[in-house]
């Protein structure tokens, strides 16, 4: 009775409060309580439900529910089954925004060191968007006015509505399957936040960080900002200022081209007029206007330095060899055969090592050897006798 009464009595009814003892759990069920100064009740978001909610709820935050009351008999509590949630002071979409931000920020996801460089001349641009949007009309109508030669390659996405974010995140994952591709464009035209959502999305953001092509985001208009324009290497602040940055202009590049080859002729003219000159002065120099001359003076110049060096050579051989000569001389003067051919002698002992200069250490019976010029004599000594000094 009491169940009866109960979940008839408070059918579709809006319950505010504060949350307290939030609860997400593994089932993929949450359990919460609200509560005021006065009372508190207890909710039950079921995991069909749970998967619909813009934001994760959080102790502490200031709700509406509205539901359900259901009872659960065996336990004898009564609660509250939550079909819709939405927070009190700030739109359910603005905080989802915030939560998102913060979490995908503290993972470094929008840090400007990820961001990379256009290339500067892409060939052929991929494009997610809806092929009947606006946006799309806009990027190929600058594309025509710009440079007709650049390809672009539409990925026919959902931009708008439920399930939007998942065929996005699908065009950016296609154009990463491909080689050809060196540039990616992704959003739509203006709306409100409801519309733009899906590019608010962790589906579209991580996406869109996981690229290893450019990525430019190009939603809503200028004041428009969405965490894809936050997370891609380049934000324009419309699809149609996406494709002025990204198609480069022909005709610029023509006159850039243009100008840069009359430079190089400019420069070129300038390296012939100079080389021409100085052509010029080396013809009037005279190795040029009378190359003989120049042989001839050479060539006296070489018969000159070649006496010089032949007078010069000789006459350093001619000291060279007296100077050789005078030490022959003094050489052959200190020769000891000369001084035995003057009648003197050399005597030493027997076994050749020593020249005797004094009878000391002699005794008789030692044998000697005396040197002559013409042969050498052996002897044995039979006596010594000592010089005496005079007094």
């Known amino acids: 009775m009491i169940k009866g009464r109960l979940e008839e009595a408070f059918k579709g009814i809006w319950v505010e409060g504060e949350i307290s003892g939030y609860l997400h759990h593994t089932s993929g069920h949450r359990y919460l309580s609200l509560k005021d100064e006065r009372a508190v009740l207890r909710v039950t978001i079921w995991r069909s439900v749970g998967g619909t909610l813009q934001f994760e709820p959080k102790n502490g935050q200031k709700v509406l529910v509205y539901g359900d009351i259901s009872v659960y008999e065996r336990g004898g509590q009564y609660q ?14 603005e905080l989802a925004f915030r939560q998102l931000y913060e979490k995908l920020s503290a993972e470094g996801l929008f840090e400007t060191s990820r961001k990379r460089p256009l290339p500067v001349y892409p060939t052929r641009i991929g494009i997610v968007t809806s092929p009947t949007g606006a946006a799309i ?5 600058i594309a025509r006015r710009r440079n007709d030669a650049v390809e672009l390659i539409i990925y026919p996405a959902q931009v708008q509505g439920e399930g939007a974010e998942r065929t996005i995140a699908a065009g950016l994952r296609y154009f990463n399957t491909r080689n050809d591709i060196d540039l990616i464009i992704t959003g739509r035209g203006g709306g409100s936040l409801e519309d733009l959502w899906p590019f608010n999305t962790e589906t579209v953001v991580r996406a869109i960080a996981a690229s290893r092509i450019p990525v430019v985001s190009a939603v809503g208009h200028e004041i428009d900002t969405t965490l894809s324009d936050l997370v891609a290497d380049l934000r324009a602040p419309t699809p149609s200022a996406a494709a002025e940055l990204t198609i480069w202009s022909r005709h610029d590049f023509e006159q850039s081209l243009d100008s840069m080859l009359l430079s190089q002729a400019r420069y070129l003219a300038g390296q012939v007029a100079n080389a021409r000159q100085q052509l010029r002065y080396l013809v009037r120099r005279p190795v040029f206007a009378r190359p003989t001359d120049v042989i001839e003076q050479h060539r006296r110049q070489l018969e000159s330095d070649y006496r010089f060096l032949a007078a010069a050579g000789k006459s350093c051989f001619d000291r060279f060899g007296n100077h050789l000569s005078l030490l022959a001389s003094k050489l052959d003067g200190l020769s000891p ?7 003197y002698s050399v005597t030493r ?9 004094s009878i000391d250490g002699l005794a008789a019976g030692d044998r000697i050897e005396t040197i002559l010029p013409d042969g050498r004599v052996e002897s044995v000594i039979e006596n010594t006798a000592k010089k005496l000094r005079a007094e």
């Open 349 to 357: 002992t027997a076994d050749g090592r020593n020249v005797l200069r």
């Open 80 to 93: 509250l089954n939550c079909r819709r949630m939405t927070p009190v002071g700030i739109g359910e979409l």
């Open 137 to 141: 009309r806009d990027i190929i109508q």
């Open 337 to 343: 055969l000369k001084i035995l051919a003057r009648g």
